[in-house]
């Protein structure tokens, strides 16, 4: 009975077998281990016991008032200057004053002498009173009248306002009087001249 040599292939199947296996128990043992849990995001039991993080310093640091404490751990602190800000205080304006400048009409003033009131007959008297400015200038002109019968009264009213006007207007006794009322007007004139001589 012969003996028949084993392939080549039987002979070498042991050793490629065994390389396949040692391969891939080293593959194996070089893969990280997967945690508990199956996700990545997880963290086994143990890894969690043994996980240590480190303390967070949160200590505030506190800047001195002053420059002279220090911040938690010996750092010397940043001081701060406080603002010196200075506001002026504001500046009182005096408003010009404003002087109204004095009304000086009366400043000097007249009262004449009685004019008589004369036309045929003596009517009355008529007595002007003038004022007059600092420099003498004739400025207002009134007049006072006494008459003895009602009829020289409607003529004194009438005539008196409108030579009081004229005095004014001329600033002197050369006025023109009042057409139909003559008697009145040279009495007018008369006590008005008088008045302007009498001025103090």
Same mark, same amino acid.
């Given at each position: 009975?012969?003996?028949?040599?084993?392939?080549?292939?039987?002979?070498?199947?042991?050793?490629?077998?065994?390389t396949a296996v040692g391969v891939g128990m080293v593959q194996?043992?070089?893969?990280?281990?997967?945690?508990? &849990?199956?996700?990545? =995001?997880?963290?086994? /039991?143990?890894?969690?016991?043994?996980?240590?993080?480190?303390?967070?310093?949160?200590?505030?640091?506190?800047?001195?008032?002053?420059?002279?404490?220090? /911040?938690?751990? &010996?750092?010397?602190?940043?001081?701060?200057?406080?603002?010196?800000?200075?506001?002026?205080?504001?500046?009182?304006?005096?408003?010009?004053a404003t002087t109204a400048a004095p009304d000086s009409c009366g400043a000097l003033s007249g009262t004449g002498?009685?004019?008589?009131?004369? !036309?045929?007959?003596?009517?009355?008297?008529? %007595?002007?009173?003038?004022?007059?400015?600092? !420099?003498? %200038?004739?400025?207002?002109?009134?007049?006072?009248?006494?008459?003895?019968? #009602?009829?020289?009264?409607?003529? !004194?009213?009438?005539?008196?306002?409108?030579?009081?006007?004229?005095?004014?207007? /001329?600033?002197?006794?050369?006025?023109?009087?009042?057409?139909?009322?003559? /008697?009145?007007?040279? =009495?007018?004139?008369?006590?008005? #001249?008088?008045?302007?001589?009498?001025?103090?």
């Amino acid at each position: 009975m012969s003996h028949r040599q084993p392939s080549l292939a039987r002979r070498a199947f042991p050793a490629i077998a065994l390389t396949a296996v040692g391969v891939g128990m080293v593959q194996a043992l070089d893969r990280p281990a997967v945690p508990v &849990g199956g996700a990545l =995001g997880n963290v086994s /039991a143990a890894d969690a016991a043994t996980t240590t993080i480190a303390p967070v310093d949160t200590t505030a640091t506190t800047l001195a008032p002053n420059g002279g404490a220090s /911040a938690a751990g &010996g750092v010397p602190t940043a001081t701060v200057a406080p603002s010196a800000t200075t506001v002026a205080p504001p500046v009182a304006t005096a408003a010009p004053a404003t002087t109204a400048a004095p009304d000086s009409c009366g400043a000097l003033s007249g009262t004449g002498s009685p004019g008589q009131i004369t !036309e045929r007959r003596n009517y009355g008297t008529v %007595t002007v009173t003038a004022k007059f400015t600092a !420099e003498g %200038t004739l400025c207002s002109a009134s007049a006072t009248y006494q008459v003895y019968d #009602q009829k020289s009264v409607r003529y !004194e009213e009438y005539s008196i306002p409108i030579l009081n006007k004229q005095a004014v207007a /001329a600033k002197s006794a050369n006025i023109q009087g009042i057409s139909g009322a003559t /008697a009145v007007s040279d =009495g007018y004139r008369a006590s008005l #001249q008088s008045a302007i001589d009498n001025k103090h």
